[in-house]
């Protein structure tokens, strides 16, 4: 036998040895690699192709605005995950969500460090994970019925979005492939079908792109599903949101950004130096009205925030604020920290009136979990104390705010503002609940002094979306910017630089009209996220199916 082997041996030629040699490295390097549902991307692929796609999507969003990115980062996922097992499929959508959410919300360590920007991050890319997973559970269900890729696309990234506006800790729902699509035809079918539709709309058109380039395909089909995303991206435009758009009295509006001063000040002296500054902008704001440089506005809005220090128990604070809306003779909406007697502390909205003073007061209702109190305190502190004792110090640092319950409505004279207080505008129930609850107006208070310009663009992004889907005219006030309006196609105006003291004043239309998408609620994503657990269930039955079918031809093996 050793004689055998080794004339086999010498007969071998240094060119056998290349080739086989080449045929591995072919092997290593391939894209595609066969599986149980047949041919599918390698799995060092499919991480580089998720990389690459999550990555992309941070691009779709502000301050870079390339909307059409959005989908096709959506196609890259979709090709990652197909035809692979669902713990597979977890782990691809995770590594996609941490390339999507590591950049995209890299502000948030601004002034918290690198560990809170890490945990959100790695929460945010679970939902994503859970994507991927029931994108790889439905990979047989597409490949049988090629044509529901696209619209089963749709309704899964709908549903990942609607588990991530709500948990965990009530939810975070930055991010949303709708918030991206402020500048895109897309953005229109918020209007009809709010943020929920928009997210679908993307998703589809990324659905589409990945059904025309997967493997082989005939180029006839390819086209036509190019035809369909371009359509499914256009055709929102055509909706007649016009139809709804403000035709009410017009109220002149001043929004103040103060700004924040930074330089050699500790905390209770930035807190007063912020009040003044808004005071004092306020003043400039009379003087010219006085001198005929500007009109009276019917209310000024000051930011989230405006006043740390609390206007209702402190004489100083509660002084400068009716000296301020004396001068401009008119209510003043301020953001301001509220004590309450027995401890607790508010995030307010405060109605200032001239010669009454503080007169109305919302809370809001959906304080930030770790930002504005922490969830499970003891258990976290504990866990953060082991990761880095600043962390644990951190926690013990956190306001500890308490959710109001009152209607996100805010009376300012004869004018109804919505009561939406910074991140607030990222959630579905409570725009829309302020808009039914009589809001004629959008307004978001917010204080963008801790992150940054790309935090203050995407949420400003927001405020767009938000004025298609109900129909109002809208603004958004910050300590630092971006201040600015906007109107119920989404377009903005006065926009104010950031980290600047700017005073900006526009006429708004009020509005009491009910869009499509104000009407209907949470009814669109309830029925788009129920669309995909149905397909998500026929694929397990599918799946349960063929492996009963396999065992049983299996067991009639002689």
């Not at 549902?37 to 605005?65: C, D, E, K, N, Q």
């Not at 001239?354 to 258990?379: L, T």
């Not at 129909?471 to 958004?476: E, N, P, Q, T």
Request: proline residues 6%; negative net charge; charged residues 20%.
């Amino acid at each position: 036998m050793s004689t055998v082997i080794d004339r086999e041996a010498e007969e071998r030629t240094p060119s056998d040895d290349e080739r086989d040699e080449k045929q591995g490295k072919n092997r290593r390097f391939a894209l595609f690699a066969d599986s149980p549902l047949g041919r599918r991307l390698t799995l060092p692929v499919a991480l580089i192709l998720a990389l690459a796609a999550g990555g992309l999507a941070v691009l779709a969003f502000p301050p870079y605005g390339w909307w059409p990115a959005a989908a096709v980062s959506v196609a890259g996922l979709g090709a990652a995950v197909h035809r692979r097992r669902p713990r597979g499929g977890l782990g691809i959508g995770f590594v996609y969500g941490m390339a999507f959410f590591l950049p995209l919300l890299a502000w948030s360590s601004t002034q918290v460090g690198q560990w809170p920007w890490l945990f959100l991050s790695a929460l945010e890319a679970l939902g994503t994970g859970v994507l991927g997973a029931g994108l790889a559970v439905c990979s047989r269900l597409i490949d049988r019925h090629r044509w529901a890729w696209a619209p089963l696309t749709g309704v899964a990234w709908v549903a990942q979005e609607a588990l991530r506006s709500r948990q965990p800790f009530d939810g975070f729902p930055w991010g949303r492939l709708a918030f991206s699509q402020a500048d895109s035809p897309a953005a229109a079918a918020a209007w009809l079908g709010g943020a929920p539709l928009v997210s679908f709309v993307v998703a589809l058109t990324g659905g589409f792109l990945l059904t025309a380039l997967w493997r082989r395909p005939d180029w006839r089909k390819s086209a036509a599903f190019v035809a369909a995303a371009a359509v499914a991206t256009i055709a929102p435009a055509a909706l007649p949101i016009d139809s709804t758009a403000p035709d009410g009295p017009t109220v002149n509006v001043a929004v103040v950004q103060g700004n924040v001063p930074r330089l050699g000040l500790d905390f209770n002296a930035q807190r007063r130096a912020v009040l003044d500054n808004h005071v004092q902008a306020t003043i400039e704001l009379a003087d010219a009205v006085n001198e005929g440089r500007a009109e009276r506005p019917d209310i000024v809005v000051w930011p989230e925030n405006a006043s740390d220090i609390d206007p209702l128990h402190n004489a100083d604070a509660y002084s400068l604020i009716s000296e301020a809306a004396a001068a401009v003779g008119a209510p003043i909406v301020l953001g301001g920290i509220v004590h309450e007697e027995d401890g607790t502390r508010y995030n307010m909205v405060i109605v200032w009136e001239p010669d009454d003073g503080p007169v109305f007061m919302y809370a809001k209702r959906h304080p930030v979990p770790f930002a504005e109190y922490v969830p499970y305190k003891d258990f976290f502190r504990t866990v953060a104390g082991w990761i880095d004792p600043r962390m644990a110090e951190g926690i013990d640092s956190v306001a500890g705010f308490q959710a109001g319950t009152e209607p996100g409505v805010v009376p300012a004279g004869d004018l109804t503002l919505s009561g939406l207080i910074c991140f607030e505008i990222a959630f579905d129930a409570e725009t829309a609940d302020s808009v039914r609850d009589g809001a004629e107006l959008l307004a978001v208070q917010t204080n963008n002094a801790t992150f940054d310009y790309k935090e203050a663009g995407q949420q400003l992004a927001m405020v767009r979306l938000r004025s298609i889907e109900h129909g109002r005219d809208g603004l958004m006030a910050s300590t630092v910017g971006i201040s600015a309006f906007t109107d119920h196609t989404g377009a903005v105006s006065e926009a104010t630089e950031f980290n600047t003291a700017a005073v900006i004043q526009k006429e708004l239309t009020r509005s009491a009209e009910s869009t499509p998408a104000t009407r209907a609620g949470i009814l669109p994503e309830v029925v788009l996220t129920t669309a995909a657990l149905a397909a998500l269930a026929a694929a397990v039955a599918l799946n349960i199916r063929h492996r009963r079918v396999g065992a049983s031809h299996d067991a009639r093996e002689p």
